[in-house]
T-cell receptor, first 114, second 116 residues
Framework: GAGVSQSPSNKVTEKGKDVELRCDPI?????LYWYRQRLGQGLEFLIY????????KSGLPSDRFSAERTGESVSTLTIQRTQQEDSAVYLC????????????FGPGTRLTVT | AQKVTQAQTEISVVEKEDVTLDCVYE???????LFWYKQPPSGELVFLIR??????QNEISGRYSWNFQKSTSSFNFTITASQVVDSAVYFC?????????????FGRGTSLIVHP
């Protein structure tokens, strides 16, 4: 079946603009994660959705970052008033509800803030 | 709190050499899961293996093998007879179950470069 998809694959924006990044998880995966990966760095957790429970937003770096998810489907990550330090690859992953399961990652969105 | 340490930032080998990627973890959970992921130059992370804390059996899959030792809190990954296609960044991750937290902790990754 289809894997996790993300769009756009690349986004170049000017400092101060808002951006929206989209993630389509694997069908049936109730859990969805957003991560940020700066060049040459590891994965930085941003936010986690599990079914209809309140999301875990503990990783969001500032109030300029927000995310939504409709049910157990698409999620959007919004960054308002982008800054140059927001430049990174934003990765989305989904998994079955049970925490024992591995994550399936999307190809990422490369965000460049000029 | 959970922590995953991949002390090797970058490893460079010549094709056909064996190479071991180290992963050391810290957790207070008695039940937890360990994972390895591969991130090739194309960028998409790919799951390699999952191991739960109650299963210390080593695993071999082709040229890949994993050594899980609870006594030393390590989950090391060995590639035998490395190939150029093994060049990637490899991440070790830990997910504990305390408090219902399903957020995994990733190491910073080890970049493996295999030269022809």
């Amino acid at each position: 079946g289809a894997g996790v998809s993300q769009s756009p694959s690349n986004k170049v924006t000017e400092k101060g603009k808002d951006v929206e990044l989209r993630c389509d998880p694997i069908s049936g995966h109730t859990a969805l994660y957003w991560y940020r990966q700066r060049l040459g760095q590891g994965l930085e957790f941003l936010i986690y959705f599990q079914g209809n429970s309140a999301p875990d937003k503990s990783g969001l770096p500032s109030d300029r970052f927000s995310a939504e998810r409709t049910g157990e489907s698409v999620s959007t990550l919004t960054i308002q008033r982008t800054q140059q330090e927001d430049s990174a690859v934003y990765l989305c992953a989904s998994t079955l509800a049970d925490s024992s399961y591995e994550q399936y990652f999307g190809p990422g969105t490369r965000l460049t803030v000029t | 709190a959970q922590k995953v340490t991949q002390a090797q930032t970058e490893i460079s080998v010549v094709e056909k050499e064996d190479v071991t990627l180290d992963c050391v973890y810290e957790t207070r959970d008695t039940t937890y899961y360990l994972f390895w992921y591969k991130q090739p130059p194309s960028g998409e992370l790919v799951f390699l293996i999952r191991r739960n804390s109650f299963d210390e059996q080593n695993e071999i899959s082709g040229r890949y093998s994993w050594n899980f030792q609870k006594s030393t809190s390590s989950f090391n990954f060995t590639i035998t007879a490395s190939q150029v296609v093994d060049s990637a960044v490899y991440f070790c991750a830990l997910r504990g179950l305390s408090g219902g937290s399903y957020i995994p902790t990733f190491g910073r990754g080890t970049s493996l470069i295999v030269h022809p």
